[in-house]
């Protein structure tokens, strides 16, 4: 079971990054995926969700309307728009258990190793 995510590195508020994360097409051809984050000193953050067809997708409060999850059979990506500081974290990709994405991190089954995402004013 491999997840490698990729994609992160500084960028200015206001700008913009595309993560990938790419899984093992066995692991991940029927299962939704999702991103979630980490911020230094504090809890993992649901970020976005999508389900095995692509058709669902679900974001947390804080990324509406600048993020987009989107994904190609086994690839997923997350297109950040406007990013601001609090949007510094790690970031993690995962493949959920089921069909479709969860907010609740622990619907998911297998997670990649992240990708910092350092935003600076």
């Known amino acids: 079971v491999q997840l490698q995510a990729s994609g992160g590195g500084l960028v200015q508020a206001g700008g913009s990054l595309r993560l990938s994360c790419a899984a093992s097409?066995?692991?991940?051809?029927?299962?939704?995926m999702g991103w979630f984050r980490q911020a230094p000193g504090k809890e993992r953050e649901f970020v976005a969700a999508?389900?095995?067809?692509?058709?669902g997708t679900i974001y947390g409060e804080s990324v509406k309307g600048r993020f987009t999850i989107s994904r190609d059979n086994s690839k997923m990506y997350l297109q950040m728009n406007n990013l601001k500081r609090e949007d510094t974290a790690v970031y993690y990709c995962?493949?959920?258990?089921?069909?479709?994405?969860?907010?609740?991190?622990?619907?998911?089954?297998?997670w990649g190793q992240g990708t910092l995402v350092t935003v600076s004013s």
């Open positions: 995962a493949v959920a258990r089921s069909s479709t994405g969860t907010p609740n991190a622990g619907g998911y089954q297998y």
């Open positions: 999508i389900s095995w067809r692509g058709g």
């Open positions: 097409r066995r692991t991940s051809s029927n299962n939704g």
